[in-house]
């Protein structure tokens, strides 16, 4: 269904919880990517000039319903307040009487940022009562933290339950237009890239995928548990084994329903899983003894750049090696000029590490959507209903 968003409700002179997803890198109280913080302005900016009263929550790491200082969202407020150049005052708590005080003393437009919400236990644990008093300073409920939205938590599912009405913001809105709406209405050729560690991870994202893709890229560790399912030699590379005998249905599956699954043409190997083992380009798919797979080879670059120049729609969700380390870090960054050079095709990054592999490629403002959600874009992909989105008023 169509969600409502900000822009369906008056929101004027309305007490307005909105819950953000300002988990962020800090260290020594600095921000170190603001990245997320920066996705929410619209909405707040949206909020505040309509006359809104902006309640921010959020959680950050996973202090176990305990206060930690090291995981406060103080930081995060001075952050904010330069971003929109206005003052947003921060509370030391999230529920309470120190909270009713100041949004009590809040004019229309106002910004306020309360503390984590997982210094307490009953946020991720969806205690009824703990929603309730998140709840008791608002109106209108508003979910843009699409990272949380697949977490049934009291901020982020619990509380619609406690207010007038629950919508979606801008940043949500978006990701639920490419990773839903678009998908669904996508323009052929549809062709998804999957990379990561684990078949066992993408197999949900894969069978979800055969009846509106015309092609799957497969790279990664995931790819040599697809290279065991047929047969081929993968050296010391990292297999499934527990997984071979599901990804060889999944391979006839594919075949049986006419989705091409490619696999690499060849790799770049090493003895050992480090950054600066002897390494191998090898001449097939084929990987041998005392060598492991820890990147996608150059025929391989070659054959997928050619899959997606000739896309007209493009969804990639993992890497195609090690890219943390530069020496197995081309065939991902290849992917990210592939997508970048196919200026007609809807491209979509969907999450995770396909995310940090595209911004360090320097291709992020040559993509059409960058999702900010790694856990709840894959389970958007899989099909799977979103409770924190699920709870939000449809249009």
């Known amino acids: 269904m169509i969600k409502k968003s900000v ?31 920066e996705a929410a302005v619209e909405t707040i900016e949206h909020i505040s000039a309509q006359g809104g009263r902006v309640i921010l929550a ?14 406060s969202l103080r930081p995060a407020a001075a952050v904010l307040g330069s971003l929109l150049g206005k003052s947003v005052k921060f509370v030391d708590d999230c529920v309470g009487e120190v909270v009713s005080r100041a949004v009590d003393a809040m004019a229309d437009g106002d910004i306020i940022l309360l503390e984590n919400t997982r210094f307490y236990p009953g946020e991720e644990a969806n205690d009824p009562e703990f929603a309730r008093k998140l709840a008791v300073n608002a109106d209108v409920f508003v979910c843009d933290a699409f990272g949380s939205a697949h977490r049934a938590h009291a901020s982020t599912e619990g509380i619609t339950a406690h207010v007038q009405e629950s919508v979606a913001g801008f940043l949500l809105e978006r990701e639920l237009e490419y990773l839903s709406t678009r998908i669904q209405e996508a323009k052929r050729p549809f062709v998804a890239i999957l990379g990561g560690a684990k ?68 790799h770049i190997a090493g003895k050992e899983f480090s950054e600066v083992t002897d390494k191998i380009t090898t001449e097939s798919e084929l990987i041998r003894d005392g060598y492991m797979g820890l990147d996608i080879g150059p025929r391989t670059i070659a054959h997928y750049s050619e899959v997606i120049d000739h896309a ?40 995770g590490d396909s995310v940090s592999a595209i911004q360090k490629s320097g291709y992020a403002d040559r993509v059409s959507h960058i999702s900010t959600g790694g856990g709840a874009s894959l389970e958007l992909l899989s099909g799977i209903q979103l409770p924190g989105i699920a709870c939000l008023a449809n249009k």
């Open 199 to 266: 078949v066992s991870d993408k197999i949900p994202v894969i069978k979800n995928l055969f009846d509106k893709v015309d092609a799957i890229l497969i790279g990664g560790a995931m790819a040599y548990t697809f290279l065991a399912a047929k047969g081929i030699a993968t050296g010391l590379s990292f297999v499934e084994k527990e997984m071979v005998d599901s990804t060889a249905e999944l391979l006839e599956e594919s075949r049986r329903r006419g989705v091409t699954i490619h696999l690499p043409l060849d």
């Open 58 to 71: 959020s959680h950050m790491g996973r202090p176990k319903g305990k206060v930690n200082p090291d995981m």
């Open 312 to 351: 007209k729609t493009v969804l990639w969700n993992g890497p195609m090696g090690v890219f943390e380390w530069k020496s197995f870090s081309e065939g991902t960054y290849a992917v990210a000029a592939a997508l970048a050079n196919n200026r007609e095709a809807i491209t979509i990054v969907g999450g």
């Open 7 to 37: 822009r369906d409700v008056n929101l004027a002179a309305q007490r307005v919880f909105v819950r953000v997803d300002f988990n962020v890198p800090i260290r020594d109280g600095v921000v170190e990517d603001t990245t997320r913080i």
